[in-house]
């Protein structure tokens, strides 16, 4: 079994590529992304618990369900408030897929997909890490398309994140990624080829 992180900032197109790994290799994703979205959306669950704690209950719906939105803005501009979440969001999100690795002994070759991959120490089980890049033009279009926001919001979530330097220096394979889903395609390729090698 081979685990695969895959990591870069928002827009990069990350969800591409683990798409693209799951045609090519038949790849088992571990989305962590979706895995703090389910746990917070489960109002029984500790991690719920402790995302009202720490924004208040003013930062519920009617329904009960989280405001992600204003969620959003308070971390865009509270790095205190920032960090304590990316925290408490670590300490649930890693354990659920340290588990759902565990329970996937079988599978071939596991994606992690975590944005957070460094910050949340997930490195420590992958056997490599690639890294997807585009260029701030690029990521702002696909986070507006993807999320529905205007270019000012995805400029503010783009600013608190790790610059593509950060992740050019830091993993084991970069992939930048134009608006060429071919070459994105050819790229994994190549680097899957090098991990089944290396590894």
Do not use: H
């Not at 593509?164 to 394979?173: G, H, P, S, T, V």
Request: proline share 1%; charged share 35%.
């Amino acid at each position: 079994m081979k685990i695969i992180g895959i990591t870069g900032p928002s827009g990069a197109g990350k969800t591409t590529l683990c798409e693209i790994s799951k045609n090519i290799c038949g790849a088992k994703i571990i989305d962590a992304d979706k895995i703090a979205k389910s746990l917070s959306n489960d109002l029984t669950s500790d991690y719920f618990k402790e995302m009202v704690e720490l924004f208040g209950k003013e930062l519920l719906q009617e329904n009960g369900m989280l405001n992600r939105r204003k969620i959003a803005t308070i971390i865009y501009s509270d790095k205190d408030k920032r960090n304590k979440l990316n925290e408490l969001t670590f300490n649930y999100v890693v354990k659920e897929i340290k588990k759902e690795v565990e329970n996937s002994k079988e599978t071939n070759i596991i994606i992690i997909d975590a944005p957070l991959l460094y910050e949340a120490k997930l490195e420590n089980i992958c056997d490599k890490v690639i890294a997807v890049v585009a260029n701030d033009e690029e990521k702002i279009d696909r986070i507006c398309k993807r999320d529905g926001i205007d270019r000012e919001f995805a400029k503010k979530r783009l600013r608190i994140q790790n610059k593509n330097e950060f992740y050019i220096k830091i993993a084991d394979y970069v992939i930048y990624n134009d608006k060429d889903v071919e070459k994105l395609e050819v790229s994994f390729k190549k680097i899957l080829e090098e991990i089944w090698k290396k590894v």
